[in-house]
C-alpha cells in the first residue's frame, strides 16, 4: 500500500457522517450498532466467518480466495518478488506479466505464504497473571517467554486437529490493553497463476502515486496449494461481481492494515517527527538517487534496479507526507488537546489515578533513551549499516545463520523471538529460497550504508574503527560480496543444517562479519528493550487501562498488521473546490498515454483497443479507513461479493496513519469490470475466466 479532523475517542458517539466509516476494527469487536446506526445495515456471525477465512495474509500484503480451488486474488506489486524470481536477463515477468494456461504452467513463489485466520483466543489474563508484580524490564523479559510457551503450546495442542496444525501468534491490541492469541492455517506453497505487465498495472508509475484518478490494472492471481501438492480445498471464497459497485454503495474492506500511530503519545509522535522520520528521509533520499543511476548504466540494471526503486520512491512519499502531518500544527495541537483530556479524567478518579501513576511522562523519559539509541540500533542490529533494510540479502542470510546457529540450541523461552520454534519453519523458508542476487546491487548496498554508518555514527565509533581502518566502504562491499558463496542457498542450506560448528568454523567473508558484530548488535538490542522497548510498553499498558475505563472498546486498536473490517461507501470527494468522480473509465487511459514511461500503455492493450469497451470502469475510489498492509484487500458488498481490488489511496490518505478524515481521505480499487475486460480481450485468458466465473 501506498497513505482532516481528529479521529475521536469515542467512535459510538458520532452521529454525523464526517467520521462515521473511519476504524479498522478486529473481527471480534465488530461494531455492529454503528453499522445500523450510520447506514441502516447490519452483517450476520456467518458473513463475518465466511468474509474472515476468505481472506489471506501475504507477505506485506492481503489477498482473498476467490475460487473454491484455492485461487487467489491480490495486487500485481503483491507478486512482484515472484515475478522477479522467475525473470532473467532475457525475459522480464514484472515487465512483460505472465499467464499460466494450465495448472502445470503455475509457478511456485519461493517465499510466499499465505496465512488465514481460523480462530482467535484472548490471553490478557494469562499475560498479565504473569507479568503480576515484576518491574518494566522483568515484566517485558516474561511477557515474551510467555508468548513464546503459549504459541508453543498452541501449535503442539493443535497438530491433530481436522484442518491440519495451526500457525499461532500472539498479538497486542491497545498499546498493550489487549493480547490475543491469533490462530492461523499457513500454506507454505503459493503459485503464480497471471499478472498483467506492469505498464498497465502500475499505469502512471510514481508521478500517478498516491493521486486520483487512476487507471491501475494492480491485479495478479495465485493459487495456494496443500502440501500434498494439490490445489486448496477453499470452499469460503468470495465471488467477485463482474459489474462492480455503485456510486454510493455501502462496502467492506477486510486486509491486514500494517501499522498506524492513532493512539501514541505526544511524546513518541514528537520522536517520529524530530528523530526517526528526518533522518530516514535523508537516508532514503541518497540512496534512491542512487539506484536511479545504478539503474541507467544498462538495460540489465534497469530491470534489477525497478522492483527496489519503485518501492523506495513509494516508502519516501508516505514518509514525506506522514512528516508533513506531524508538522501540522492542528494535529499535534489536537493531540495535545485530547491526551489532556483523557489526563484529566484519569486525575478525576483518585483510585485510577493511584493505579497508573503517570505513564506519560515514563513514555516521554524512554523517549530521551530511544533518540540516542535511534542510530546505533538501526545500523547495527537492524541492519541499516550493511544494506539490510535497503533490500541487500547477502549480510541479511549472514546474521540469520549466525543468529540461528546460538539460538537454536537454547531452551525456547530463552531465544530472540523471531528464532523460537514457531519462527523457525518461516525462516528456514526465506533462508533457503532459490532467490537470485545480483552482486552489483549487493555491493551498492552495502558500500552505501558503509557510507553512512561512517557518517552518522562518526569515524571514531568502534565499530566504524573495527570495519574501515584499513577499507573503504567500498573496497570492503567488492571483497565481502566477491568473496561470499552465500548466494547459493545449497551454502546456506549446508551452513543451516550443520548448526553452530559449521557456522562457526566458516571462513566465508560475510560469515565472519556477522560474526565480528553481532556482540556489539545484540548490546545494542538489550539496550534498547531494557531502556525503551519495556517501559513504553508497561506504560502503554496502563494508559490503555485508562483508556478501556473511561472510554470501554468504543475505538479500534492501532492497525498492526492483524486481520481488520472497516465500511465506507463509494464515493469522490472535493479538491480545491472541484468534484473529483468515484470512477476512472477506460477511453481515458488512450488519452493519457504519452508512449513514454511511465505514461507507457502496453502493446497488447494498443493492439486490442478495437475490440474493447472504452467505456468500461477502470479504477474506482471509496471512503474506506486502510493504510499499508491494505493493498491486496479484496473491497465486498454487503452480500459478500468482491466489488473491488484495494490497491493504493489518495495523496490524504497518507496521513491516515495519525488521523483520519471521511471527507479527504480516499482508498482506490481497481473495478472488476476492467478485470474481466482485459482477461477476456486482452489475455485470452479462458481457463481463469471459467474458473473465476464457475460460482
Known amino acids: 500500500m501506498r497513505r482532516s479532523a481528529l479521529l475521536t475517542l469515542c467512535l459510538s458517539l458520532i452521529t454525523t457522517t464526517a467520521f462515521a466509516d473511519g476504524g479498522m476494527w478486529t473481527f471480534q469487536e465488530f461494531p455492529h450498532e454503528l453499522l445500523k446506526r450510520t447506514h441502516n445495515a447490519d452483517v450476520t456471525p456467518a458473513w463475518l466467518d465466511r468474509v474472515r477465512t476468505a481472506t489471506i495474509r501475504l507477505q506485506n500484503c492481503t489477498a482473498s480466495f476467490v475460487s473454491p480451488d484455492g485461487l487467489i486474488l491480490t495486487n500485481h506489486h503483491c507478486a512482484e518478488a515472484c515475478l522477479d524470481e522467475h525473470s532473467t536477463k532475457d525475459k522480464n515477468l514484472v515487465a512483460d506479466g505472465f499467464l499460466a494456461r494450465t495448472r502445470d504452467q503455475e509457478k511456485r513463489c519461493g517465499t510466499q505464504i499465505a496465512d488465514v485466520l481460523m480462530d482467535m483466543e484472548n490471553i490478557t489474563a494469562k499475560i498479565g497473571a504473569a507479568t503480576k508484580g515484576l518491574d518494566a524490564k522483568a515484566a517485558n ?190 494535529l499535534m495541537q489536537s493531540k495535545r488537546k485530547d491526551e489532556a483530556a483523557l489526563r484529566a479524567k484519569v486525575a478525576a478518579d483518585p483510585a485510577l489515578a493511584r493505579e497508573i501513576g503517570d505513564p506519560w511522562a515514563t513514555i516521554a523519559n524512554a523517549q530521551a533513551r530511544d533518540a540516542e539509541l535511534a542510530l546505533p540500533y538501526s545500523y547495527l542490529e537492524q541492519g541499516v549499516g ?38 523457525l519453519p518461516r525462516a528456514q523458508q526465506r533462508l533457503l529460497a532459490p532467490l537470485p ?80 558484530v553481532d556482540a556489539e548488535a545484540r548490546t545494542i538490542r538489550k539496550s534498547y528493550e531494557d531502556e525503551v522497548e519495556a ?41 480545491n473546490g472541484k468534484p473529483v468522480e468515484p470512477f476512472t473509465h477506460l477511453d481515458r487511459l488512450y488519452e ?7 505514461f507507457k500503455v502496453p502493446d497488447s492493450w494498443l493492439a486490442a483497443k478495437p475490440n474493447l469497451d472504452l467505456q468500461t470502469r477502470f479504477d474506482l475510489s471509496t471512503n474506506n479507513d486502510i493504510v499499508g498492509g491494505n493493498s491486496g484487500s479484496p473491497l465486498i458488498d454487503k452480500d459478500g461479493h468482491i466489488v473491488g481490488l484495494m490497491f493504493d489511496g489518495n495523496i490524504h490518505s497518507i496521513s491516515g496513519d495519525f488521523w ?7 482508498a482506490v480499487a481497481v473495478d472488476p469490470q476492467i478485470m474481466f475486460e482485459g482477461l477476456r480481450k486482452v489475455y485470452k485468458a479462458d481457463e481463469l475466466l471459467k474458473e473465476l466465473s464457475a460460482q
Open 141 to 330: 523479559e516474561k511477557r515474551k517467554a510467555t508468548m513464546t510457551t503459549l504459541e508453543q503450546q498452541c501449535e503442539q495442542d493443535s497438530k491433530g486437529a481436522k484442518g491440519g496444525p495451526f500457525k499461532c501468534e500472539t498479538v497486542d491490541m491497545y498499546q498493550g490493553g489487549q493480547y490475543w492469541l491469533y490462530k492461523y492455517h499457513r500454506y507454505s506453497d503459493v503459485r503464480l497463476v497471471f499478472a498483467p505487465e506492469r505498464e498497465i498495472a502500475a499505469f502512471g508509475g510514481d508521478p500517478d502515486n498516491f493521486q486520483y484518478p487512476r487507471w491501475d490494472l494492480d491485479m495478479s492471481v495465485m493459487r495456494a496449494y496443500d502440501a500434498d501438492g494439490k490445489p486448496a480445498a477453499t470452499p469460503n471464497f468470495l465471488a467477485i461481481r463482474p459489474k462492480g459497485p455503485e456510486a454510493g454503495e455501502l462496502v467492506f474492506v477486510s486486509g491486514h492494515p500494517g501499522s498506524t500511530s492513532r493512539q501514541l503519545t505526544v511524546a513518541e509522535l514528537e520522536t517520529l517527527r524530530n528523530v526517526i522520520y528526518p533522518r530516514w528521509l535523508l537516508r532514503a533520499s541518497e540512496l534512491r538517487g542512487r539506484l536511479i543511476q545504478f539503474g541507467k548504466s544498462s538495460p540489465e540494471a534497469h530491470r534489477i534496479a525497478d522492483d527496489p526503486l519503485n518501492a523506495l520512491e513509494n516508502g519516501i512519499k508516505v514518509r514525506r507526507k506522514q512528516l508533513d502531518a506531524l508538522l501540522d500544527d492542528r
Open 386 to 423: 550493511f544494506g539490510v533494510s535497503g533490500g541487500g540479502s547477502l549480510f541479511g542470510y549472514a546474521r540469520m545463520l549466525v543468529r540461528a546457529a546460538a539460538e537454536r540450541p537454547l531452551e525456547n523461552t530463552k531465544r530472540l523471538r523471531e528464532y523460537s520454534d514457531s519462527a
Open 437 to 516: 542476487v545480483y552482486p552489483a546491487l549487493q555491493k551498492l548496498y552495502l558500500s552505501f550504508g558503509l557510507e553512512r554508518m561512517r557518517e552518522w555514527l562518526g569515524p571514531d565509533a568502534p565499530i566504524v574503527r573495527q570495519l574501515l581502518s584499513k577499507e573503504s566502504p567500498d573496497t570492503l562491499a567488492d571483497k565481502l560480496v566477491d568473496g561470499t558463496k552465500l548466494a547459493d542457498p545449497a551454502v546456506r542450506k549446508q551452513l543451516w543444517e550443520g548448526g553452530a560448528a559449521a557456522v562457526n568454523a566458516s571462513t566465508d567473508p560475510m560469515i565472519v562479519l556477522a560474526r565480528e
Open 535 to 575: 517501559p513504553v510498553d508497561a506504560a502503554s499498558e496502563k494508559i490503555a487501562r485508562a483508556r478501556f475505563k473511561i472510554y470501554g472498546t468504543s475505538e479500534p486498536p492501532d492497525a498492526n498488521f492483524t486481520l481488520r473490517l472497516n465500511f465506507g461507501v463509494v464515493e469522490g470527494w472535493m479538491e
Open 592 to 598: 493519457r498515454a504519452t508512449g513514454q514511461e511511465p
Open 660 to 666: 483520519y478524515d471521511a471527507e479527504l481521505n480516499r
